[in-house]
DNA sequence: TCTGACGTTGACGTTAACGTCAATCAGTAC
DNA sequence: GTACTGATTGACGTTAACGTCAACGTCAGA
């Protein structure tokens, strides 16, 4: 036998909400503004592996400052349910559009972190020269 | 002469809403707040090009999904004012902390970029299915 | 001097994204 | 049955980040 952990087939909503470290309240309101789709058991929401990876991808939007509007977006752009040409073609525009938002916040955030290493250098010298401030150093 | 355009020495609020597309109303806000500080000539805010970089700062860290408390913080980060040691190994803490917040939002920008190409593939699929839907499709 | 463009300060309104609370129901444990 | 746990649906409250509007100041140009 093997002691593999299974993946659950459904879950809760305070299972997902533990896992996800976010409130209850917060998955309600998801499934209410559709972003979500629950089944009922007797009113009670049930939650398949599918929808926990669109909680994932709802979460991690919001952490790189997308709306939920957009996350939304975002997420009906994996499926092609749309099947005529038309339809198709404006879904590509889209994926390609926020390509450029992503690639441009990518951009962003590399620049940021070299800006937070000049300011960690600066930082450094400034506790070094705390540290020995008579030591080799000449002032004119 | 030469006709190399210098950069100006000071902005009035309405050419800064120009240049970054926002209004004169959120730039204000963020001087109430204290993210920017302004000279004041008459009663009317005039901005030094250091106080332009921290609205470029602002808006790039909304962008990335950062709060305005945020952006204050790191602003605060570039330059070293405090003296002491002790606050000096505070700001070097925050700093790499915000570089692990920075190197997540970057390894998720990658993995939404990721997902992004299957998506334009699939549609890509879906659209060449389409144009062409007899020829050469062998079905079970 | 009057006008118009541009600025100011309140003060209140708005939207997104939940938080909070109350009343209620459904399954389990004793 | 009863008590407890965890879920449900309203309904209203809250916070951040501005928008909107009114009333007013200021300064250059005709």
Redesign the interface.
């Known amino acids: 036998m093997n002691n593999i952990e299974k993946p659950p087939a459904a879950y809760s909503i305070s299972e997902l909400a533990n896992e996800f470290d976010i409130t209850t309240r917060a998955i309600r309101f998801y499934d209410e503004q559709g972003l979500l789709s629950s089944d009922r058991r007797s009113g009670v929401r049930i939650y398949s592996p599918a929808e926990r990876i669109k909680l994932k991808l709802i979460l ?7 709306s939920l509007g957009e996350s939304r977006e ?1 997420i009906n ?2 499926d ?1 349910s749309s ?3 038309k339809q ?2 404006f ?2 525009d889209r ?2 559009e ?2 450029q938002q ?5 951009r ?6 070299k ?2 290493n000049t ?2 250098l ?3 010298t ?2 070094s020269e ?2 020995v401030p008579t030591r080799q150093k000449n002032r004119k």
Chains 1, 2 share one sequence.
Request: charged share 30%.
């Open positions: 991690r939007g919001k952490r790189l400052g997308f975002i752009m994996y092609p099947e005529n040409s198709l073609q879904l590509l994926i390609r926020k390509r992503l690639e441009r916040k990518r962003e955030v590399n620049s940021m972190l800006d937070l300011a960690e600066n930082c450094i400034a506790l705390l540290a």
